[in-house]
């Protein structure tokens, strides 16, 4: 992993809700996989440290991009499987800062799932409004 850690492209610090401290997520640059069984995908490696044990893994993509888009649904996922809460500047727990993953594939699908987002965003805000004039 040391070659890796040279590549690093961000790094998120959250706090854990049981013990106050810390959990580190850190995402390395995609790159194309060099498994002999790779036939052309790319990889991007991930690494959450401060949970019960050090986590490393990676997501695999048909590009770079595919792969680093991959990697924070994995990180959320891990996140919510390691069952210890952890937040984000404070928000409530269990928020981390990283955005819901909407599939791909299904055009309808997309637009559905991206007008529903819309309209409760828009309701969060007028709430957000009427609490502020309260």
Not at 67 to 74: G, I, R, S, T
Request: proline share 6%; charged share 35%.
């Amino acid at each position: 992993m040391e070659e890796v850690q040279n590549r690093l492209v961000v790094e998120r610090v959250l706090q854990r809700c049981d013990s106050g401290g810390t959990v580190v997520l850190k995402v390395f640059r995609p790159r194309k996989n060099d498994e002999p069984e790779a036939d052309g995908e790319w990889r991007c490696d991930f690494e959450i440290v401060g949970l019960d044990k050090p986590f490393r893994s990676r997501t695999l993509g048909e590009d770079g991009m595919q792969a680093l888009l991959l990697v924070f649904p994995a990180i959320k996922a891990k996140l919510r499987d390691a069952g210890i809460p952890v937040v984000w500047l404070g928000n409530d727990p269990g928020d981390v800062g990283i955005p819901s993953y909407v599939p791909y594939g299904d055009r309808d699908f997309e637009e559905l799932i991206e007008q529903i987002i819309e309209v409760e965003n828009l309701r969060r805000h007028i709430d957000l409004k009427r609490k502020a004039n309260s």
